[in-house]
């Protein structure tokens, strides 16, 4: 059976102009091969893309295969993240697991140097990742860069993912999570964009300072919040100031910000 592997950048470059960039940018560049041949391609991507995947992009999947090969194949979407469960009814509502970004692999609550000056949201972090959802939601880390706080955001993942394995967990940033609303709007893709966000099980956002200003990232930011808060889901912010110093940020996320804890790290 031929193998047709050294096709597939060809593939992925044509799925880039069928879906538009920002939509593959969001959905698509972790796409990577498993396998290609004349009968099937196997494609791996993370669990909660894929899902997306096979609802929304599996015809333009096809396409950028035919065009590019002459012929169409059977296409299977796959996640190598996905535990190996037993079949049943209820599987496709199993929390789904995500990935820590690059960077951040050593930054775990072991790692962190504890002082007095930072004892207090170490603490803080420390009891949110051993109780997420059941308090100090949101948790909000705040103080100058380089003092540690993307490190105790990043532990908080590592220790929610080694207790709960299967928990969403959603890693962003205030620019990334703004940039998302942006492209979502322009290409009609709000809806999935909601399912991503609300429907985790926590929801970690570093810099959050960065949807200051932009009116319908926040408004967003704000319905997600609150379905979040609602269900007991946890949310973890860092910013370099306080809520109520953050330029341009509306009125109700302060008050949202300020109902859990705030921890000033110097």
Not at 96 to 120: C, I, K, M, W
Not at 178 to 192: F, K, P, Q
């Amino acid at each position: 059976m031929e193998d047709l592997s050294c096709h597939f950048p060809q593939v992925k470059a044509k799925l880039c102009e069928l879906l538009s960039k920002s939509v593959y940018d969001v959905w698509m560049t972790e796409l990577t091969l498993v396998r290609f041949n004349e009968e099937e391609v196997v494609l791996d991507l993370p669990e909660f893309k894929r899902r997306i995947s096979e609802k929304k992009f599996l015809p333009q999947l096809h396409e950028a295969v035919e065009s590019t090969i002459g012929f169409d194949v059977e296409i299977n979407l796959i996640s190598a993240e996905t535990p190996i469960v037993p079949t049943s009814a209820v599987q496709d509502d199993l929390p789904q697991r995500t990935h820590l970004p690059r960077g951040h692999e050593a930054n775990t609550f072991d790692t962190f140097v504890v002082g007095s000056s930072n004892r207090y949201p170490h603490a803080a972090a420390s009891w949110v990742a051993e109780n997420p959802g059941k308090g100090y939601n949101p948790l909000m880390i705040y103080g100058n860069a380089g003092l540690g706080k993307t490190h105790l955001l990043s532990a908080i993942f590592h220790e929610i993912k080694r207790r709960m394995p299967n928990a969403s967990i959603i890693f962003t940033t205030g620019e990334s999570f703004a940039n998302e609303i942006i492209a979502a709007i322009r290409d009609n893709a709000m809806t999935m964009v909601h399912e991503k966000y609300r429907t985790a099980d926590v929801f970690l956002v570093d810099d959050v300072q960065f949807i200051a200003g932009k009116e319908r990232t926040q408004e967003e930011f704000f319905h997600t919040f609150n379905i979040l808060v609602q269900n007991a889901r946890q949310i973890v912010l860092t910013a370099d100031k306080p809520p109520k110093d953050i330029p341009g940020l509306e009125d109700r996320l302060v008050s949202r910000f300020n109902v859990g804890l705030l921890a000033d790290i110097q």
